[in-house]
């Protein structure tokens, strides 16, 4: 028994099978005269039913009488409206007498009635008087058959005679065989319109650029087609790879012959072209014209290029229109759509709507939604569960979930356990993992192997590895090699980087000598901007330097802005320096403040300078205090003078 939902289904079924053939027909259909003005298999107006009609009454009636041109027309007319029958008779009749494209439109009439072999025999028939269709057509018999070497042979009789299809086929067989011939009748197919083989051309030149630009053993891409990505939360012992997927390649300026053939394809048509100009667009900075492609890719059902247009109106600030696109791909199974719908919702505090769409992100084959399932259960403290997570991308080859699960282990103090991925993410090319290894073996005092890790990580830009190498040059007296890392760590946004750099430069500054009056202000040296770099972030020794600086140049207002940020910030120096400038002003008493504030905090003279301020105030045992302070925390210098100022105030108070 078949059910009215079955019937229907097969009705449907059998409608598509009609359809896909005869458009697969069409492709092989040779036109006889001026039938292709007649025939049409696109949507028809009124018009073109009724001059249909009339081409076909016409021609009837010429065949009846024996035409053999419209007996040939008519059955091309019939074989592409789907009437195998009604096609059949005069088909064979124009073969008959003889009639090349009636024998190549009869193969494809067997062909589609599954009469293969009868077919090829039609179609060599035709092939061999000159027809570019049947040529073409009996070289896809070959191929899907095996025999290479026959397929070759006919469809290069098709292409040299400027079949498009033929041309197109023969570039598939010769690119299966690596034969860099491909590419010449790719190119001659493109040119004629053929929109697959424009797109497929463009593929090959930005797939040759590439290897000529990057070197033949290079495995990166010019062009990455919109990828996936994950939030910006990361374990925050190690930073986190940001990259969207989304890049496309080197800058560029004028379009290259890549793009121009995929602009062509795209514009007869074809969604991925539309999608590989749209990134290529983006990436240059017109993202009117990438959005406008991106759309009429994702109209045509490609759901990179939904998903890609949901990361451009992101971007745009319109996060609601950008769900929706995300939607539509990740309905159609795209997991970096999912992912990224997973970290609209985590942004918003809805974490059981993010956990399910990275779900669906994981479930559509994309690793990234472990990983990021890994993070919101990090963020949420659920360890096991992120632990868990992280193994599973991890053991998929996910290089940040291998780091963000050794870090795990790390915490937990499984360091054992965490060197080794730690190692395969490093490996695999996390600049965070080689990083950490580096601070893994340094905790060891391991520093000759802490040292090649670090190094690896600073030529892939990481800024603290750049840093730690700076430093470790600095220690061994290469101070070119580390001026170098630590512009590159200053340059990354490192304070400590920008201070000790300044350091570097500083100390090769001739002295400046002291301040003349009315002297014209010096320009600031490169080492006070990189001191001003890094106090401006917040390094505290900076600020004090800077403030050195300045008072040195005469401006007391600068020095005291940046004494003042240092000390409130909890800087010694930063407080005693600002006492001192205090004091020199006549401020003594919120100098004293100051530093009391600094000898409190371990600084000996500022305990000194507060037993003399006591001394001249006449409060003896209070001065004698500060001396004992001063005395206990030095240096040297400090404690000899305590010392003494001491023993005179004893004296003083015993006399």
């Known amino acids: 028994m078949v059910f009215m939902g079955d019937r229907a289904t097969l009705l449907e079924t059998g409608r598509f099978v009609q359809r896909h053939a005869r458009n697969a027909a069409d492709e092989i259909i040779e036109a006889v005269g001026a039938v292709d003005a007649a025939v049409d298999t696109t949507a028809e107006t009124d018009a073109d039913t009724e001059n249909e009609t009339e081409t076909e009454a016409r021609h009837r009636r010429a065949a009846e009488r024996g035409d053999l041109a419209s007996m040939s027309a008519l059955g091309a007319l019939l074989l592409r409206r789907g009437d195998l029958d009604g096609a059949e008779p005069y088909l064979r009749g124009a073969t008959a007498e003889g009639d090349r494209a009636a024998a190549n439109n009869l193969g494809v009439l067997l062909h589609q009635r599954g009469y293969a072999e009868e077919a090829a ?3 060599r028939v035709a092939a061999v008087a000159g027809s570019a269709p049947a040529a073409h057509a009996l070289g896809r018999h070959h191929r899907e058959r095996g025999d290479e070497p026959a397929a070759e042979y006919w469809l290069r009789q098709a292409a040299e005679q400027g079949h498009a299809l033929g041309a197109y086929a023969l570039a598939d067989l010769l690119e299966h065989r690596s034969d860099v011939g491909a590419e010449r009748w790719l190119r001659a197919a493109a040119e004629q319109g053929h929109r697959e083989a424009a797109y497929r051309l463009a593929l090959a030149l930005e797939r040759r650029a590439t290897e000529t630009t990057r070197g033949p053993h290079d495995t990166g891409t010019r062009l990455r087609v919109p990828g996936t990505g994950a939030p910006a939360t990361a374990p925050a012992a190690t930073g986190t790879d940001t990259a969207s ?33 749209g990134a290529i667009l983006e990436h240059r900075g017109e993202l009117k014209e990438a959005g406008r492609w991106y759309l009429s890719s994702a109209k045509e059902g490609e759901a990179k290029a939904a998903c890609a247009l949901g990361f451009l109106l992101r971007d745009a600030g319109d996060e609601e229109s950008a769900a929706v ?3 539509r791909a990740a309905q159609d199974g795209d997991g970096n759509a999912a992912n990224a719908l997973g970290a609209l919702h985590a942004a918003r505090g809805e974490q059981q709507t993010a956990e399910r769409w990275y779900r669906a992100a994981m479930d559509a ?11 919101l259960c990090a963020a949420q403290d659920r360890i096991p569960q992120a632990e868990q997570w992280y193994r599973r991308a991890a053991y998929a080859g996910h290089r940040e979930a291998a780091n963000a699960l050794a870090v795990l282990l790390l915490q937990a103090g499984d360091a054992n356990g965490a060197e080794p991925w730690f190692s395969k993410a490093a490996e695999a090319g996390s600049v965070d993992a ?7 073996h340094a905790g060891r005092d391991d520093d000759r192997t802490a040292l090649v890790w670090y190094e690896r990580a600073a030529a892939a830009g990481h800024t603290e590895a750049a840093l730690q190498v700076g430093i470790a040059a600095l220690r061994d007296g290469d101070e070119r090699t580390a001026e170098r890392h630590l512009r590159c760590a200053a340059g990354g946004g490192s304070a400590e980087a920008a201070f000790r750099l300044a350091s570097v430069l ?10 003349v009056l009315g002297a014209p202000r010096e320009e600031k040296t490169e080492c006070e901007e990189w001191y001003e770099r890094a106090a401006q972030q917040g390094h505290r020794r900076a600020q004090v330097r800077v403030g050195m600086l300045a008072a040195g140049r005469g401006d007391l207002a600068e020095a005291d802005r940046w ?6 910030a909890g800087s010694r120096n930063g407080a005693f320096n600002l006492g001192l400038l205090l004091a020199r002003e006549g ?69």
């Open 121 to 123: 025999g039609w179609w």
């Open 245 to 277: 997927g989304r890049a496309v390649g080197e800058p560029g300026g004028e379009p290259t012959e890549a793009e121009q053939w995929f602009r062509q394809a795209a514009a007869r048509g074809h969604r991925r072209a539309a999608l590989h100009l």
């Open 325 to 327: 696109w995300w939607l």
């Open 365 to 375: 084959g994309d690793v990234n939604g472990a990983y990021n399932l890994g993070l």
């Open 434 to 440: 080689a990083f950490n290894l580096g601070i893994l």
């Open 506 to 515: 500083d100390a090769r500054r001739p002295d400046p000598g002291p301040a």
């Open 563 to 568: 004494y003042r940020e240092a000390a409130e």
């Open 587 to 655: 401020s003594e008493r919120e100098a004293a403040l100051w530093w009391t504030r600094a000898a409190r905090a371990g600084h000996g003279r500022a305990a000194l300078r507060l037993a003399l301020l006591a001394a001249r105030r006449g409060e003896l045992t209070e001065g004698r205090r500060w001396c004992a302070r001063a005395v206990e925390l030095g240096p040297a210098e400090v404690a000899e003078r305590a010392a003494r100022l001491s023993e005179a105030l004893h004296q003083e108070l015993t006399a």
